[in-house]
């Protein structure tokens, strides 16, 4: 019973970091209408900039993470410009391959930058746990799961109760509409960038800790990522949230009781036969198809 408590808590953990992925996900593609393939090297880079916050310029946890977050802001905002500016008039798939090719360049200069050998970034908590009914549960995976939903409610709060929640969702429906309503919409395209920039960022620091530091690290997040927004419904927030949690106990338990070798493909099977029996996820809705 206390391994099976541990696991889930390591599962709700990791899965709450595939949550924020698939946010920064479906932020992005519900505002310009193209997927970015380039998440999980973002991913990456959040980890990599709160390594050098912390660990090589020595900063306090606390600052040296608000400096890469703002770092993580700023790469956003670089993302738009230099990547998705110049082509969102082309269409949808050249866009789509601007966005593999510049995480292949992004992946290339952070080896050059940092290196091959992974780092272990330093946790708040160290290695410490905390004892619940007997069972020694992780105080990072605790602290990750606070964190994730904390910034899951803000982001919700954010979009839906705001003013300027409410013109993102406004271009994210139709843009043209939202422009002609005197909507900025490039300042709209530059504020979602921001925030898949810090959903990543987060994501990249809240994880690292938990394996280790390395350029190719954010391909399997994102992978798993995208699987949990197909499970939860492509366009959802909360589907988002729960198909997170999903992958990431569905990689823990078959991990632990079927064999560590099969969890990536137990997770991609369960997206398959999403696929196959529910395609528009657990949340997402059924779209008719356009004449």
């Known amino acids: 019973m206390q391994q099976l408590v541990q696991l889930l808590v390591s ?20 505002a310009t209408g193209v997927v970015n393939f380039a998440t999980g090297q973002m991913v990456a880079i959040g980890c990599f900039l709160a390594v050098t916050t912390s660990l090589q310029l020595g900063l306090p946890l606390a600052p040296a993470y608000a400096l890469a977050l703002a770092g993580m802001a700023f790469f956003g905002v670089a993302f738009y410009a230099v990547v998705f500016r110049p ?13 593999v090719m510049i995480g292949i360049v992004i ?15 330093r946790s708040p908590f160290g ?28 982001l919700y709060l954010f979009i839906y109760r705001t003013a300027i929640g409410a013109r993102m969702r406004a271009v994210a429906q139709d843009r043209d509409a939202a422009r002609l309503m005197g909507i900025g919409v490039d300042r709209m395209f ?25 350029v ?16 939860g419904g492509f366009s959802s927030v909360p589907g988002a949230i729960l198909g997170g949690v999903l992958v990431g106990l569905a990689e823990m338990l078959g991990a632990a009781y079927i064999s560590s070798a099969y969890k990536d493909g137990l997770v991609f099977l369960v997206m398959i036969l999403f696929l196959l029996v ?14």
């Open 127 to 154: 290695r410490q746990v905390v004892d619940v009914f007997g069972a020694a549960l992780s105080a990072h995976a605790l602290f990750v799961i606070a964190v994730s939903f904390l910034m899951i409610g803000l």
């Open 216 to 231: 190719n690290m954010g391909d399997p997040i994102a992978l798993k990522a995208f699987a949990a927004i197909i499970i």
């Open 87 to 99: 082509l969102q008039d082309r269409p949808v798939v050249t866009v789509i391959i601007g966005t």
């Open 190 to 214: 530059v504020l979602t960038w921001i925030i898949a920039g810090l959903l990543t960022g987060a994501a990249g620091i809240l994880v690292g800790p938990m394996w280790f530091a390395d």
């Open 107 to 121: 992946q290339n200069a952070a080896l050059i930058t940092w290196g091959s050998v992974p780092f272990r970034p």
């Open 278 to 291: 529910r395609p528009q996820g657990i949340f997402g809705e059924r779209i008719g198809e356009r004449a």
């Open 11 to 30: 599962g709700v953990a990791v899965g709450a970091v595939y949550a924020l992925v698939g946010l920064a996900f479906i932020m992005v593609n519900e």
